[in-house]
């Protein structure tokens, strides 16, 4: 079975605060693909970035960072000196190679950034 | 600009009525997705499908149909028999390519209401 548990539901920090959103999956699949997405107030998906299952290092872009752990089935996102522009919706998701057209999604943590 | 166009981006419904929500992209993707979105839950998909002409269920489908009739086009029906219509609807497109990891490239959404 596949699944994604996105465990925080909302998250509130204050500005220059970081932040790690945390994801945890579930797969039989020895490949597959892991993804982060950002839904800001407009409601389209933009994509951040995508790691396969292979590749264990971790990844910086700019004040976003991800650290993915083959052996706690984790894929967490760090946002460093978070700014209120961050303010959005962010969705893990999941997608292995024999299904490889179904994607699956956590249920989504909320961030506010306050100033 | 390449990209996924909804249309349109508030649509309501009312009771006993089928309505047709428009998902259309000029990324020369094969495959093509419908997700709902409920307020705090994940994307769940509706149908998806990998070549025109041809399309599959996702795990909600029941009261809602597809068509495929043009590689640019898929279109989602939200017939009377789905019973609780109201969400926010996502069209998604990509490569289709199992040995790539590919990403998911998502319209900018509809909401559909019920009168």
Same mark, same amino acid.
């Given at each position: 079975?596949q699944k994604v548990?996105?465990?925080?539901?909302?998250?509130?920090v204050?500005?220059k605060?970081?932040?790690?959103?945390?994801?945890v999956?579930?797969?039989?699949?020895t490949?597959?693909?892991?993804f982060?997405?950002?839904?800001?107030?407009?409601?389209?998906?933009?994509?951040?970035?995508?790691?396969?299952?292979?590749d264990?290092?971790?990844?910086?872009?700019?004040r976003?960072?991800?650290?993915?752990?083959?052996?706690?089935s984790?894929?967490?996102?760090?946002i460093t000196?978070?700014?209120?522009?961050?303010?959005?919706?962010?969705?893990?998701?999941?997608?292995?190679?024999?299904?490889f057209?179904?994607?699956?999604?956590?249920?989504g943590?909320?961030?506010?950034?306050?100033? | 600009?390449?990209?996924?166009?909804?249309?349109?981006?508030?649509?309501?419904? $009312?009771?006993?009525?089928?309505?047709?929500?428009?998902c259309?992209?000029?990324? =020369?993707?094969? +495959?093509? !997705?419908?997700y709902?979105?409920?307020?705090?839950?994940?994307?769940?998909?509706?149908?998806?499908?990998?070549?025109?002409?041809?399309?599959?269920k996702?795990?909600?489908a029941?009261?809602y149909?597809?068509?495929?009739? $043009?590689?640019?086009?898929?279109?989602?029906?939200?017939?009377?028999?789905q019973? =609780?219509p109201? +969400?926010f !609807?996502?069209?998604?497109?990509?490569?289709a390519?199992?040995?790539?990891?590919?990403?998911?490239?998502?319209?900018?959404?509809t909401?559909l209401s019920?009168l």
């Amino acid at each position: 079975a596949q699944k994604v548990t996105q465990a925080q539901t909302e998250i509130s920090v204050v500005e220059k605060e970081d932040v790690t959103l945390d994801c945890v999956y579930e797969t039989r699949d020895t490949t597959y693909y892991l993804f982060w997405y950002k839904q800001p107030p407009s409601g389209e998906l933009v994509f951040l970035i995508r790691r396969n299952s292979f590749d264990e290092q971790n990844e910086i872009s700019g004040r976003y960072s991800w650290n993915f752990q083959k052996s706690t089935s984790s894929f967490n996102f760090t946002i460093t000196a978070s700014q209120v522009v961050d303010s959005a919706v962010y969705f893990c998701a999941l997608r292995g190679v024999y299904n490889f057209n179904k994607f699956y999604f956590g249920s989504g943590t909320k961030l506010n950034v306050k100033p | 600009d390449g990209g996924i166009t909804q249309s349109p981006k508030y649509l309501f419904r $009312k009771e006993g009525q089928n309505v047709t929500l428009s998902c259309e992209q000029n990324l =020369n993707h094969d +495959a093509m !997705y419908w997700y709902r979105q409920d307020p705090g839950q994940g994307l769940r998909l509706i149908y998806y499908s990998q070549i025109v002409n041809d399309f599959q269920k996702g795990d909600i489908a029941e009261g809602y149909s597809v068509s495929r009739e $043009k590689k640019e086009s898929f279109p989602l029906t939200v017939t009377s028999a789905q019973k =609780n219509p109201t +969400a926010f !609807y996502l069209c998604a497109s990509s490569s289709a390519d199992r040995e790539t990891n590919e990403k998911l490239f998502f319209g900018s959404g509809t909401q559909l209401s019920v009168l």
